[in-house]
């Protein structure tokens, strides 16, 4: 079993940053490969970003490369999303996700836990 539980959401103005955390509680969490998605009320859950168990395995939405990054430290069972030139359609509630297995996946669905969200507002 694995809690997760974000932190670091609030509100920027165009062309600002935030960063993310993700904290996973759980014996085997730093095994896991990690993933970022977000949802607003008029679109569906969308990947944003994921992570492998192993930090080189990254990937990315088109929407968000170049922008965001993602990273984990396992020693402190933190997963990360560095988000630079944040514009008002990265408005989103963000969510921390994890899957019991090393290698990072693209779909929501494949993620078996779930942080509680985070709320990201990018203003103009």
């Known amino acids: 079993q694995v809690q997760l539980v974000e932190f670091g959401g609030g509100l920027v103005q165009a062309g600002g940053s935030l960063r993310l955390s993700c904290a996973a509680s759980?014996?085997?969490?730093?095994?896991?490969?990690m993933g970022w998605f977000r949802q607003t009320p008029e679109k569906e859950r969308e990947f944003v970003a994921a992570?492998?168990?192993?930090?080189?395995?990254?990937y990315y939405a088109e929407s968000v490369k170049g922008r965001f990054t993602i990273s984990r430290d396992n020693t402190k069972n933190t997963v990360y999303l560095q988000m630079n030139s944040l514009k008002p359609e990265d408005t989103a509630v963000y969510y921390c996700?994890?899957?019991?297995?090393?290698?990072?996946?693209?779909?929501?669905?494949?993620?078996?836990?779930w942080g509680q969200g985070t709320q990201v507002t990018v203003s103009s």
């Open positions: 759980g014996r085997t969490s730093s095994s896991y490969a």
């Open positions: 996700a994890a899957r019991d297995v090393g290698t990072a996946a693209l779909v929501g669905d494949m993620y078996g836990y």
């Open positions: 992570i492998g168990r192993y930090s080189w395995s990254t």
